[in-house]
């Protein structure tokens, strides 16, 4: 579920309004008044709920699906029809999906915060902070750091001065650098007829206790669920962590990290710096990946990898060996 503490549900909808303005094909008779409460993902959809399905990743999914409607393509619709779901036909399943979010949905403003007050929380001049804030003893704010409507944040932690800190929850003993920005908006644009169409994001940002944020590194928020970071971890400066992404306890990450969508990333992976990893990878247990490595699959528990695409470190360091060598080799010449 959407958490309220950030955002206004707008809902409920019938389903003949929810799809005014939609390049949807809507059938006729009484499905027209279907009520619809909420959009979720295609594998936590309710039975009042809206889904989407576009691609294979959707489709393996949808034997899980319990939703009352689901925008997918002609050409999938009998697959959802015979999970029992009204499948609704459209060329653009997520762009649609992406406009129906933003009329069940709003994030909330930054409101009025003039009559909060926070015990023994150290809070520098230029600060900015919604409503409906929570900061926990012993924490301080340093200069012109804004924290959004909603948020909580633990005990004793330490926020720089120009951080921005929105849609989060922050456990105790955190310290989040200047300049780095948690709960700003995925990288999630869907595509339609007249171009791309950005998909608003209603999940949070969560960190566990003892978690370190480095200058001006970014944590996106989850489009839904949560973008969460485990207990002890710690975070270089400029590493860019996308929407929906978990990563473990006790991690360490170099600066210019950079880690795209939905990765699963276990307890105690050590990244060097500029490594990346592109979307949908999950990283094992104790997993290294030196810098500049970029795996194209998922890498697993205790491995140590290297090299673009990455592989076992032992793997490429024969490889470069062995191109050196071929380099170094005179070419024959014919008599």
């Excluded at 034997?63 to 060329?91: F, H, M, R, W, Y």
């Excluded at 979010?101 to 900015?128: E, H, N, R």
């Excluded at 950079?258 to 990893?277: F, H, L, P, Q």
């Excluded at 290297?306 to 470190?313: D, K, T, V």
Aim: contains cysteine.
């Amino acid at each position: 579920m959407v958490d309220k503490r950030f955002y206004k549900h707008l809902g409920p909808f019938s389903l003949v309004d929810l799809l005014d303005g939609l390049d949807v094909e809507i059938p006729e008779g009484q499905f027209c008044d279907i009520i619809i409460e909420n959009a979720a993902p295609v594998d936590k959809a309710g039975v009042s709920d809206i889904t989407f399905i576009e691609g294979k990743r959707g489709l393996r999914k949808l034997e899980n699906c319990k939703a009352a409607i689901c925008l997918v393509k002609p050409d999938k619709a009998e697959l959802v029809s015979a999970q029992g779901i009204l499948p609704l036909i459209t060329e653009y399943p997520r762009a649609n999906f992406a406009h129906i979010l933003k009329k069940l949905y709003q994030p909330l403003g930054y409101g009025t915060a003039s009559s909060q007050s926070f015990t023994d929380v150290d809070i520098a001049p230029g600060v900015v902070i919604g409503a409906n804030v929570q900061i926990g003893t012993g924490t301080t704010i340093g200069a012109n750091a804004v924290i959004g409507a909603g948020v909580l944040i633990g005990k004793n932690c330490r926020i720089r001065a120009n951080a921005t800190i929105l849609f989060s929850i922050l456990g105790d003993n955190c310290v989040v650098q200047s300049g780095a920005v948690l709960g700003g908006d995925g990288f999630g644009v869907a595509v339609d007829a007249k171009g791309g169409v950005d998909i608003l994001h209603v999940g949070r940002v969560v960190l566990g206790d003892n978690v370190s944020i480095g200058c001006q590194t970014c944590i996106d928020r989850a489009m839904f669920g949560d973008t969460s970071i485990g207990d002890g971890t710690k975070l270089d400066n400029l590493i860019q962590i996308a929407h929906n992404v978990r990563i473990g306890k006790n991690c360490m990450f170099a600066a210019n990290v950079g880690i795209s969508g939905s990765c699963n990333i276990g307890d105690g992976v050590i990244m060097g710096g500029r490594s990346g990893i592109p979307d949908h990878i999950n990283i094992g247990d104790g997993a290294i990946l030196f810098a500049f490595a970029s795996p194209m699959r998922d890498v697993p528990a205790g491995a140590t990898w290297s090299g673009i695409p990455a592989m076992p470190a032992r793997d490429h360091m024969r490889q470069i060996s062995t191109l050196r060598k071929l380099i170094k080799k005179k070419p024959r010449h014919s008599s």
